[in-house]
């Protein structure tokens, strides 16, 4: 399971897992207890979300799907709140890419304010075209409303995997950097907007998302 540690103004949330840190409702509740924590805490603050290993998120936890699809609509819901509450969220969040980074795990990291990625491992991937999935229109607003027409386009209709100095050339990351660099890299990023973090923030995302975020939190009809 996930655990949030703490270093001054910036929270770490590691995703370490075996499972490609994919959204078990089970991690859920704790991605969900870590947002309710940081949010919670006073002062200057900012979080972190970093991987280790191979992956960083694949997104919906398939295997669990299978054994529960009369679940669907409750689950899914429950992903569009974590994308939509990462979003909106007044906590600056700044994700480290270590690894592979797909589907709505891809779409996880789009929704935080900004993203570093291993320059020389893994890929960022949209990869519902090649599975013949469409988009919930949730997470097609989100990916429309955090990457330029080209770059949405090309990511959502060819399912490209984008590599570091890729992801970076189009605008899909912030930064790029080495495995050792890359957490205090995000860290840093972190912590220079830790003081940005007030109720005002929240409010503005609020408003400069209003479309992706009314079609996130409605409810999924199945």
Sequence with gaps: MPKLERDGEVFVLHLDADDENRFHPDRLTVLEAAFDEVEAASGPRALVTAGSGKFWSNGLDLDWLLNNGDRFAAYLDRVHALLAR????PVVTVAALN????????????????????????????????????????????????????????????????????????????????????????????????????????????????????????????
């Design 86 to 89: 990462t979003l909106a969220s």
């Design 99 to 222: 690894g592979h980074t797909f589907a709505a795990g891809a779409m996880w990291a789009l929704a935080h304010d900004s993203r570093v990625m291993r320059v020389d491992r893994g890929y960022f991937c949209l990869p519902e075209v090649d599975l013949d999935l469409s988009f919930e229109r949730g997470m097609s607003d989100l990916i429309r409303a955090r990457l330029a027409p080209q770059v949405a386009h090309e990511a959502m209709t060819t399912g490209r995997r984008y590599g570091g100095g890729e992801a970076l050339a189009a605008g899909i990351v912030e930064e790029v950097a080495d495995e050792a660099g890359l957490l205090a890299a995000a860290v840093e990023r972190a912590r220079a907007l830790a003081g940005k973090t007030r109720p005002a923030r929240g409010q503005i995302k609020e408003m400069l998302y209003s479309e992706t975020l009314a079609s996130l939190r409605t409810p999924t009809v199945v």
